[in-house]
């Protein structure tokens, strides 16, 4: 099984909001400050959430908005 989160920005603190509803019922919301910070977070939150079950073959992010980077 591949696990596909919802990226949006969030505009109240600036970071990233990750988010996948389990047709089940249920299902996984995160976030994080940063990408890096929201890649750590996901990993937790889907080890957490498929605990003692199989884990997903993939897990990806998809961005409803490209995120921009700070270069200067």
């Known amino acids: 099984m591949e696990l596909v ?26 976030q994080g400050d940063t990408l890096a910070d929201l890649q750590t977070m996901v990993t937790d939150a889907v080890r957490g959430y498929f605990a003692g079950e199989a884990l997903p ?6 961005f409803v ?3 921009v980077l700070a270069v200067a």
């Not at 996948?20 to 249920?26: E, I, L, R, V």
């Not at 073959?57 to 998809?62: D, E, I, Q």
Request: hydrophobic share 35%; charged share 15%; net charge negative.
């Open 5 to 30: 989160l919802t990226v949006t920005p969030c505009a109240e603190t600036g970071g990233f909001v990750a988010r996948w509803d389990d047709p089940a019922g249920g299902g996984i919301c995160t």
């Open 65 to 67: 908005q490209d995120p």
């Open 57 to 62: 073959s993939a897990v990806r992010l998809h």
